[in-house]
């Protein structure tokens, strides 16, 4: 009874099942899984409320079998030797590639990171222990998020790193966060432990719901996060101006395009950047800081143009020029290149970064490439291929494109077959023709 009157009841007012039909993220720090009463209470959570996404922390496994009825684990980091306060697991009912992961068990050093893409969203996400300096892992915490940041613009990151968004001064990782567009989600007085701190943590590019969640099993609190949701169900919301404001800027970009000539001064200046790019790749410099920021720059440009021109050629087929215009590129070796550069921005000038940028994809998202790509051979050769100018693309080479432009990308050829290269986003698609003697978008 001395137990029972100690023991807090607490109230949760938010749950997984107040967002109908809509994919939503979990994220807790059970503190073990393996004590019978924690384990039966989290299997019987995930079967009562089905979240989309479920990430375990500090699981304490070694090699325990905790797979979930209905769930598939698409990454798990476990103790190694002996059971400590370690270990992740992350489970999903929806499709989901892992772009990055870092994985240290070592007394003073440990620390566990994965970087995941499902549909639109990436979500960096882990558990760092206290013990564990920040300056020893900050590398990998960086790499985790650009990797996320290189494929969308939708980013979320969330965890308990052991680093309190109420201390003040800021903490530096919160500074580098912040820069780069974050903004956290849960209010600023929102406690995630029963100690009143706010070590777990939710920072986001995009405005959406997050709140936390009561546990009993564990004294830090569930994080719920509904990506598609602004706000509260019931509630109103500015997400519907919100995103009128991002279609009047995008249709703003699109027409300044489309309405200028092929030398426009941004996209002079964005070409320049992207042929600057190039030159280190192909140097095999060792890229700085502002080289990464560039290659954002220049994959943001090419991700939200897009061109609308016209022409008189008669290079498709029949039935294919009932339903687009031709729109003849340079059949110089770079065709694909070209015809995809002047699809997102009227000028063919963009080809040497778009190299560039594909193989800078490639390069820090192997895994995930030959995860969506069985194609996909050597890297070093790929991006040798990629990287020599007058080269023919190959096929192993479009879809990783689609995934940079974060668009399909369909191509047709003279008799008529067309292949489609398809991305988990499947927006403002691209269509290129392939002519025996020329090609053409």
């Given amino acids: 009874m001395r137990n029972l009157s100690e023991k807090a009841v607490v109230f949760s007012c938010v749950f997984p099942s107040m967002f109908a039909n809509v994919s939503n993220i979990v994220y807790h720090n059970v503190q073990s899984h393996l004590k019978s009463a924690y384990w039966a209470d989290l299997r019987k959570f995930m079967h009562l409320y089905q979240p989309s996404f479920f990430i375990a922390a500090e699981t304490w496994t070694l090699q325990d079998d905790i797979d979930v009825e209905g769930y598939r684990t698409v990454r798990r980091m476990d103790c190694e030797k002996r059971r400590h306060a370690f270990g992740l697991a992350f489970y999903t009912k929806e499709s989901a590639a892992v772009l990055y992961t870092y994985f240290n068990e070592k007394d003073?050093?440990?620390?566990?990171?994965?970087?995941?893409?499902?549909?639109?969203?990436?979500?960096?996400?882990?558990?760092?222990?206290?013990?564990?300096?920040y300056r020893l892992v900050e590398y990998y915490f960086e790499q985790a998020i650009n990797a996320n940041l290189c494929v969308s613009n939708k980013?979320?990151?969330?965890?308990?790193?052991?680093?309190d968004v109420h201390s003040k001064p800021v903490h530096r990782f919160y500074k580098y966060l912040l820069p780069r567009g974050f903004k956290n989600q849960l209010t600023e007085s929102k406690s995630t432990t029963n100690a009143n701190t706010g070590i777990d943590c939710v920072f986001s590019t995009f405005d959406h719901f997050a709140d936390v969640m009561e546990k009993i099993?564990?004294?830090?609190?569930?994080l719920l996060v509904v990506p598609a949701q602004n706000n509260r169900p019931g509630k109103s919301t500015t997400?519907?101006?919100r995103t009128e404001t991002e279609i009047n800027r995008y249709q703003s970009i699109?027409?300044?395009?489309?309405?200028?000539?092929?030398?426009?001064?941004?996209?002079?200046?964005?070409?320049?950047?992207?042929?600057?790019?190039?030159?280190?790749?192909?140097?095999?410099?060792?890229l700085r800081r502002k080289d990464v920021t560039n290659f954002k720059k220049f994959a943001t440009f090419v991700r939200q143009s897009s061109y609308r021109g016209k022409t008189t050629s008669t290079l498709l087929s029949?039935?294919?020029?009932?339903?687009?215009?031709?729109?003849?590129?340079?059949?110089?070796?770079?065709?694909?290149?070209?015809?995809?550069?002047?699809?997102?921005?009227?000028?063919?000038?963009?080809?040497?970064?778009?190299?560039a940028l594909l193989a800078y994809y490639i390069d820090i998202n192997v895994e995930f490439i030959k995860h969506v790509s069985e194609t996909f051979g050597s890297i070093d050769a790929t991006k040798e291929k990629i990287l020599r100018i007058g080269r023919f693309a190959e096929s192993e080479e479009v879809l990783p494109m689609s995934y940079v432009l974060k668009r399909t990308i369909n191509i047709y050829t003279g008799d008529d077959n067309s292949m489609r290269f398809a991305p988990c986003t499947g927006a403002n698609e691209l269509h290129l023709y392939i002519d025996p003697v020329r090609s053409a978008s």
């Fill in 155 to 163: 980013v979320i990151v969330l965890g308990d790193f052991s680093l």
């Fill in 239 to 241: 997400g519907e101006r």
């Fill in 254 to 286: 699109t027409k300044n395009i489309s309405n200028t000539n092929s030398h426009d001064s941004k996209i002079e200046s964005i070409a320049t950047v992207g042929k600057i790019l190039y030159q280190r790749l192909t140097n095999s410099a060792s």
């Fill in 318 to 355: 029949q039935s294919l020029a009932s339903e687009f215009e031709a729109i003849p590129t340079t059949g110089d070796g770079n065709c694909f290149y070209n015809a995809i550069s002047l699809l997102v921005s009227a000028t063919e000038e963009h080809m040497l970064g778009l190299r």
């Fill in 217 to 222: 099993y564990s004294h830090h609190k569930a």
């Fill in 108 to 133: 003073g050093q440990s620390c566990c990171l994965t970087a995941v893409l499902s549909i639109e969203i990436a979500v960096s996400s882990g558990y760092k222990p206290p013990s564990t300096p």
